[in-house]
């Protein structure tokens, strides 16, 4: 996804895109009601007002960002930065305890649980402008995962419960807690 | 799932929360369960249970909503929760679609029970979590598996794999299992 490019009618399709995405994974039919449902949802409504807010960002109207997202945090614990970039198709299971970095990029129909962490730092060697965290497309991303650092996280990776992740992962791999395995194998070997 | 299991299974749950709190059980039980946000937690899962059985299931997901931004706990309607349930703190509480949990289980905080989200998810997928098993704070329940009765799973511990009864669980994230 391209900054740059985020209109208004880009922002709402990202919104239909990930509540057709969340219904089609939790094994639903997309359609009018599961749609509301969807959104009405608390993982739904804080991921729908974050997109609004990334708007919001990009068209850096002041001041109204912050009370929103004094809003989501309130309700739902759920503390994303406007600045992040997060690609369509996006699953939120719930929303609790989510806390992404401004410089989080996000790729293409990513699954995420609850409790999950990216952020550049507290560590040895913090570069507030430069440091970005990339996640490819389709990685998902287990409950209290931890994501810290200047790193890359390649395509269609598996990151178990409560990892702490603080290199980069190539591709195709599955991770949990120290063991690091191809895809292939499935299960953690 | 009528309205009168349900209730009994409320009025079990605080009998349950008044003994372990070494607390007479009577009327007053169930006064403290307004200033109580774990026990509250619970009391709302069983209505939210009770409504999916009996028809309204867009009514339960609701009550669900409710539970998560009062109290961080976001457990489904569809779980299958034994009697004498106990929460110790209601904050980060999940537990998902497909899961049987049986009876005299504590959870303490920030628990996950679910079959996801990993790679090799089947739509047949199940947790089974049996009689009398305490788990910590930060356990992490994720996958298709059998949790043994009378275990133990201590803080932080993550299960992927099926555990046997009486076990003793304490290892982080994929270190090898060891009983004792």
């Known amino acids: ?135 490819g497309d389709h990685v998902v991303v287990s409950a209290g995962v931890r994501i810290i650092g200047n790193l890359t996280i390649g395509a269609n990776t598996w990151i178990g419960p409560n990892t702490v992740v603080t290199e980069s992962l190539p591709a195709d791999v599955i991770v949990l807690g120290k063991q690091i395995c191809p895809r292939a194998a499935l299960t953690p070997c | 799932m009528t309205l009168k299991t349900t209730l009994g299974l409320i009025a079990a749950d605080t009998r349950e929360r008044a003994r372990l709190e070494d607390k007479r059980y009577g009327a007053v039980s169930y006064l403290k369960l307004i200033f109580n946000p774990p026990a509250l937690a619970v009391v709302i899962y069983r209505f939210q249970h009770w409504l999916h059985t009996s028809g309204w299931p867009r009514a339960a997901e609701g009550l669900r909503g409710l539970n998560t931004v009062l109290f961080s706990t976001d457990i489904s309607p569809r779980a299958v929760i034994g009697e004498h349930f106990f929460l110790y703190h209601a904050n980060g509480i ?71 009864s009486h076990s003793f669980h304490f290892s982080g994230p994929g270190e090898k299992m060891e009983l004792s």
Not at chain 1, 39 to 49: E, Q
Not at chain 1, 83 to 94: D, Q, R, V
Not at chain 1, 112 to 119: L, R
């Open chain 1, 1 to 135: 996804m391209n900054a740059t490019t985020l209109t208004f009618r880009r922002t709402l399709s990202l919104i239909k895109s990930d509540v057709v995405a969340r219904i089609r994974y939790t094994g639903g039919r997309p359609g009018f009601w599961s749609g509301l449902g969807g959104l009405l949802s608390p993982a739904g409504s804080a991921l729908a007002v974050w997109r609004f807010q990334a708007w919001l960002n990009r068209k850096r109207i002041p001041l109204l960002n912050k009370f929103i997202s004094m809003g989501n945090l309130v309700l739902f614990a759920f503390e994303v930065e406007p600045g992040a970039e997060i690609g369509e198709g996006f699953i939120l299971l719930n929303p609790v305890g989510i806390m992404l970095h401004g410089h989080t990029k996000i790729g293409r129909h990513c699954v995420f649980a609850h409790q999950i962490t990216t952020t550049l730092g507290p560590r040895i060697g913090l570069d507030v402008i430069n440091d970005y965290i990339v996640l």
């Open chain 2, 94 to 164: 999940y537990i998902g679609d497909k899961v049987r949990i049986g009876n005299n289980i504590s959870l303490i905080h920030h628990n996950t029970i679910a079959t996801g989200p990993r790679v090799d998810e089947q739509p047949g997928d199940l947790v089974v979590i049996d009689d009398n098993t305490v788990i910590g704070c930060g356990v992490r329940i994720v996958g298709n598996l059998t949790v043994g009765h009378d275990s133990f799973i201590g803080t932080g511990a993550v299960v992927t794999e099926s555990l046997p």
